[in-house]
């Protein structure tokens, strides 16, 4: 199947800086990419969808200039979580798929806030 | 309102036993409908794709049904192994905008 890198795998980070997650897709162009957070032993809760070359669109409850998509590439985006807390720690995964194909996940960032 | 439900939310089986896991969903219309696994601290890895003509896949020790009339599927994992303890996600596909809706998983824990 496709590949999907995520980077890092584990960050921590001090209360009040920012973190850069990076989604690559390796071997394809994903048209979409996906960010979901996962929260200890629930299930993934999707953040926001983005499209290459326009903006991200976010779910309800998911404060857009708190995390910050950018999706230059077809086979980038990143995910910028700005003054982070520790309530944000959480694990982020992201998923690509190209045109109407199955999306593929990356192995996700294990955030800690300290 | 597009839902996907599983069943059950954990279960706790022996080595070499067999296990079924459970999903429904409402999602209308449907595309396809896929099961993945994900490792404690790990991202979801595909086990089968399902789409609405498909009744049955099987991929290893894995086996998805699927009825589309009744809007349920289920996973049989065979002779289970301590490497299957797992969550189990069901994930249906919305056709036409091509999104995603995820089943809350189902905890696997495969004991000696």
């Known amino acids: 199947g496709a590949v999907v890198s995520q980077h890092p795998s584990r960050v921590i980070c001090k209360s009040g800086t920012s973190v850069k997650i990076e989604c690559r897709s390796l071997?394809?162009?994903?048209?979409?990419m996906f960010w979901y957070r996962q929260f200890p032993k629930q299930s993934l809760m999707l953040m926001a969808t983005?499209?290459?070359?326009?903006?991200?669109?976010?779910e309800q409850g998911v404060e857009k200039d708190k995390f910050l998509i950018n999706h230059a590439s077809l086979t980038l985006s990143t995910l910028t979580v700005t003054s982070a807390h520790p309530e944000d720690s959480s694990f982020y995964i992201c998923?690509?798929?190209?045109?109407?194909?199955?999306?593929?996940f990356g192995q996700g960032t294990r955030l800690t806030v300290v | 309102k597009n839902q996907v439900e599983q069943s059950p939310q954990s279960l706790i089986i022996l080595e070499g036993k067999n296990c079924t896991l459970q999903c429904n969903y409402t999602v209308s219309p449907f595309s396809n409908l896929r099961w993945y696994k994900q490792d404690t601290g790990r991202g979801p890895v595909s086990l089968t794709i399902m789409t609405f003509s498909e009744n049955t896949k099987s991929n290893g020790r894995y086996t998805a049904t699927l009825d589309a009339d009744t809007k349920q599927s289920s996973l049989h994992i065979t002779a289970s192994q301590l490497s299957d303890s797992a969550s189990y996600i069901c994930v249906v596909t919305h056709s036409g905008y091509s999104t995603l809706t995820f089943g809350k998983g189902t905890m696997l824990l495969v004991s000696p």
């Open positions: 071997d394809f162009q994903a048209t979409t």
């Open positions: 998923s690509a798929r190209r045109q109407n194909t199955e999306a593929f």
């Open positions: 983005s499209n290459e070359g326009s903006k991200a669109t976010y």
